[in-house]
């Protein structure tokens, strides 16, 4: 069978990507069936983007210990896979008796999680961190940090596949089944593929996937969180994220610096059961808005340039308590299957760990022999306005392209946007060129450089207009010609 392998990961977001990525350290034939058409469209791209320290978790649980070794990594992951991460701290800032009382328990927490940086501050202290926050008092998190989630992700994925992990887009997985040799089969848009074990990564479809698998039982609800980006002009007003004092369940409505210096506001947190739904409505925007207010006051309409929203799958026991993650095989039922549920915050801080603990167990059931030329070092695109003048002017004289910006806003020019639509993974949208290099994320949100991105497509790649999408099947950005050409 020509679809055979020896791993399957069902899901190609982050969780999936770092997976495939650490398996591909062992003589392993792994394929990664991914529903979407890139591996940054749900969960792994829709998130606050912060490095966790580690002390929001309960002590002995599989969050608090893995977000404590992911948050400690993250230096030398970012340096590996060449993607942005500013470890710039994080403050949890109080007003009352009550708040102090709270912080105490948390540093407490954390501190016996394993979590390192951790001090309670006064005001002074605060504003001196953040001048512009209102606040009496805060627990500051020296070790907490921000990156950029599409580029991990991609920085992810495409590591694993230049080390042989093989990607297959648009292929949702709707069957699966087992032979009398105990082997898998799962069936595709694309076909069926075969393969010895298989590891359920799938996020927001954790929950059906584990039934096809023959676990079933698991409650799975969607938390979705709604944000509002601000332009880069109020970035220097947020030197680090500024939580309030966090709940049990909730960390509450935050204001958080992004690594390319916008503000993000939110989230909220809002049970529904459309995993598929990212609307905003206008009621959320306000009440974000006025929220956040209480911590930072400098949130104004004239700065919003977008709003998103993610869905984090939380995996509930029959009271609606949230539990931890669950990262199993269970022999009995399903043999040679990773089963992973609930991954949700603070998952993009462990991924790696996550990734590392589930081969663990693999390799509890079967010895894996070393991969001698896995290669963990991936170069990303070179942030050409990043560079200084002498170093733009080599890279132009070396390459013309470079002397082209197609994105005013971000300034991209069109050398880094060759990059992208020829990137390893062999993605191909409009979202795909975005993620990987900033385009259309800017104040005008791609009104100026839309167009050529997609006319650049269509002539890279040799396709129709009307064969270009923005990020789905069914998106495409232009339906035909208005009038034919004499």
Same mark, same amino acid.
């Given at each position: ?68 070794? $992911? ?15 500013? *470890? ?60 950029? /989630? ?16 093989? &990607? ?15 082997? &898998? ?8 593929? +075969? ?45 680090? /994220? ?24 939110? /989230? ?39 709003? &998103?929203? $993610? ?71 070179? *942030? ?15 390459? /013309? ?71 789905? +099947? ?13």
């Amino acid at each position: 069978m020509e679809n055979c392998y020896d791993v399957l990961v069902i899901g190609g977001g982050m969780i999936g990507s770092a997976i495939a990525r650490e398996m591909a350290r062992y003589d392993l034939r792994i394929g990664v069936l991914e529903k979407n058409l890139d591996v940054c469209y749900e969960t792994s791209g829709r998130n606050s983007a912060v490095v966790h320290g580690g002390f929001a978790y309960d002590t002995g649980s599989l969050k608090a210990k893995l977000c404590v070794e $992911g948050n400690r990594m993250m230096g030398e992951l970012a340096k590996e896979l060449d993607f942005p991460f500013l *470890r710039c701290g994080k403050v949890l800032v109080g007003n009352t008796d009550e708040d102090m009382e709270t912080l105490k328990r948390t540093l407490a927490q954390g501190e016996k999680n394993g979590a390192s940086g951790l001090e309670l501050i006064d005001e002074k202290r605060l504003h001196e961190l953040v001048p512009a926050v209102v606040g009496k008092f805060a627990m500051f998190s020296s070790q907490s940090g921000i990156l950029d /989630p599409f580029q991990y992700t991609i920085a992810l994925a495409e590591n694993a596949c230049q080390n042989g992990v093989e &990607y297959f887009f648009d292929s949702q997985v709707t069957e699966i089944s087992r032979d009398e040799k105990g082997h &898998y089969f799962l069936t595709t848009p694309q076909g069926v593929f +075969q393969s010895r074990w298989v590891v359920n990564a799938a996020g927001l479809g954790c929950r059906e996937i584990s039934d096809m698998l023959g676990i079933p039982g698991y409650k799975v609800i969607g938390s979705k969180g709604d944000y509002i980006i601000l332009d880069k002009r109020t970035g220097p007003l947020l030197p680090m /994220p500024v939580y309030p004092v966090p709940s049990n369940t909730y960390m509450g409505i935050h204001v958080t610096n992004t690594i390319d210096g916008n503000v993000i506001i939110g /989230p909220n947190a809002e049970q529904v059961s459309n995993f598929s739904y990212y609307g905003v409505p206008q009621e959320n925007m306000d009440y974000l808005a006025e929220s956040a207010s209480a911590l930072w006051p400098h949130i104004h309409k004239a700065d919003y340039i977008r709003n &998103y929203s $993610g869905i984090l799958p939380k995996w509930v026991d029959e009271r609606g308590v949230i539990q931890d993650f669950k990262i199993e095989i269970q022999d009995e039922l399903a043999p040679r299957a990773i089963n992973l549920v609930g991954i949700e915050s603070p998952g993009l801080t462990a991924a790696v760990p996550i990734a590392r603990y589930a081969i663990g167990l693999m390799k509890e059931r079967e010895e894996l022999k070393e991969n001698p030329d896995f290669n963990p070092v991936r170069k990303g695109i070179v *942030r050409f306005e990043s560079l200084d003048l002498e170093e733009k002017a080599r890279m132009i004289e070396e390459n /013309p392209d470079y002397g082209e910006v197609v994105c005013r806003c971000e300034k991209v020019t069109k050398a880094e946007i060759l990059q992208a639509i020829h990137n390893c993974l062999g993605v191909s949208t409009m979202a795909g060129i975005k993620y990987r290099t900033r385009s259309m994320m800017g104040r005008c949100q791609g009104g100026y450089c839309q167009m050529r991105l997609e006319q650049m497509l269509e002539e890279e790649l040799g396709k129709r207009e009307t064969e270009i999408l923005y990020a789905r +099947q069914g998106s495409q950005i232009l339906f035909g010609k208005v009038r034919e050409e004499g």
